[in-house]
């Protein structure tokens, strides 16, 4: 049993916060078993971790990430979409055939998700098996949770980044047979890239995986007109890009999180919402490569469940907090254009990024009973000059903080210390 003691801030419910000032959070073997004004008596004289006047916050979910594309991150952003994977992205990911890059990419990039207060990640990986596992087992040295996808894909890429039909049967179980354990803090998600990468047999065993093994899915959805174009021409009898995922069992017959989502809309929308499928919204990847402006407002009010992804290196950050800015500056745009769609609010937002995009994971997200206790220690003292309230000192962390106000990061119970970036 541990006992924390800080100003405790976490969203229960989508619209507020709940602010709890010198708080307490009690947690046995990794998990919240209450959080309370006052210690009750019951715990009186167990000692008790005193954070003083520092913030208690949930940790940060990314739900849609490469890591093969870490070393991209800040650069090649003049083109969209399917010409920047061309030029860009297939030629850094054909890379990870070699596992010497991959140790040093991938190091790098788990090192960065930690400084960046990221506890949870979904990831795609690559179509290669061996640095596949290297980043599982990155994560897994770490004590940081992870979904890790080794990629599927067979069609419209270059030869390196093109696997058979056995290959993708055989490595996958590998892998599941390794990594899909009950409760494992990483363990795998079945990746078809998208559409036009992967032929229909690939797609058809993509799908057979997730049912056989009741494993979860992730792929990317409506990013960019000229992708949707693309993918009508390729499967002409879907009724739309989600329907195309859908007619391989692949878009909510197990938990399913797509990337973008920025035109969905129609009888999309509403199998997402029927399905529940997930979405990984990408506000700042959405600007880099001019695909649009997600109407996660339009999400939200057909409950369909959203979480936030930096889709690096679309995305050209890793942090949740500024991904959290951008969703609602995203929201604000699209508000200015139709004003039927109200912005988002902080709240809204936070709870997207913890509570929402941490059910992926299990209980994640949110500091109730029961839940991981993933949790981090934020030292806004320099941006707290002048008595701000607990919500304001929250509120200025987002948008004007970073790594260097985190001073303790936590996933299941455990403090998680600084991972190597060489061996
Ligand atoms: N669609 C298919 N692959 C990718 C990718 O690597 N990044 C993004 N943003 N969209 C994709
Ligand atoms: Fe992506």
């Not at 952003?77 to 991938?106: C, I, Q």
């Not at 890429?157 to 009950?182: D, F, G, H, Q």
């Not at 509403?270 to 001019?290: E, G």
């Not at 200025?396 to 985190?406: C, K």
Request: proline share 5%; aromatic share 10%; net charge negative.
């Amino acid at each position: 049993m541990q006992i924390y003691k800080a100003h405790i801030l976490f969203t229960r419910e989508r619209t507020q916060f709940e602010v709890i000032p010198n708080g307490y959070i009690a947690v046995d073997d990794g998990k919240i078993t209450g959080v309370y004004n006052q210690l009750p008596a019951s715990l009186a004289g167990q000692p008790v971790t005193d954070f003083g006047d520092k913030l208690l916050i949930p940790a940060m979910n990314d739900i849609h990430v490469h890591a093969p594309q870490y070393r991209n991150l800040g650069i090649a952003m003049d083109l969209e979409l399917l010409p920047w994977l061309d030029n860009y992205t297939f030629p850094e990911e054909s890379k990870y055939s070699d596992t010497a890059y991959a140790e040093r990419m991938y190091r790098r990039f788990v090192h960065d998700l930690w400084l960046n207060g990221t506890m949870r990640t979904a990831a795609f990986a690559t179509i290669h098996f061996d640095s596949t596992r290297l980043l599982m087992d990155l994560f897994k040295e770490a004590g940081m949770g992870a979904r890790i996808g080794k990629v599927d894909m067979n069609r419209n890429c270059p030869k390196a980044l093109t696997e058979t039909i056995e290959e993708a049967v055989a490595n996958n179980e590998a892998l599941i047979a390794e990594y899909a354990k009950p409760n494992a803090l990483v363990s795998p998600i079945i990746t078809p890239r998208f559409v036009p990468s992967c032929s229909p047999e690939l797609l058809t065993v993509c799908g057979e995986l997730a049912h056989k093994y009741n494993l979860p899915v992730q792929s990317h959805l409506s990013e960019n007109r000229n992708e949707i174009a693309w993918v009508q021409q390729l499967e002409p009898e879907s009724h739309h890009y989600g329907d195309a995922y859908n007619r391989y069992g692949l878009f909510g017959d197990t938990p399913t999180v797509m990337a973008h989502c920025v035109w969905t809309d129609g009888e999309e929308l509403a199998m997402m919402r029927d399905k529940q499928v997930m979405i990984a919204h990408c506000p700042s990847s959405n600007f880099n490569l001019a695909s649009g402006l997600a109407p996660v407002r339009r999400f939200l009010n057909e409950g369909i469940p959203v979480g936030l992804g930096s889709d690096i290196s679309g995305g050209n950050h890793l942090s949740i907090f500024r991904t959290m800015v951008y969703a609602i500056q995203t929201s604000k745009i699209r508000y200015c254009q139709d004003k039927s769609l109200p912005f988002l609010t902080l709240p809204e937002i936070f709870w997207i990024a913890t509570k929402s995009g941490g059910r992926l994971f299990g209980k994640v997200g949110s500091f109730e009973q029961g839940y991981e206790f993933d949790a981090l220690v934020i030292n806004d003292h320099e941006l707290n000059h002048d008595n701000y309230n607990l919500l304001h000192r929250l509120e200025r962390f987002i948008y004007l903080g970073d790594d260097r106000h985190i001073e303790h990061r936590f996933c299941r119970g455990r403090e998680i210390a600084e991972p190597k970036i060489t061996k």
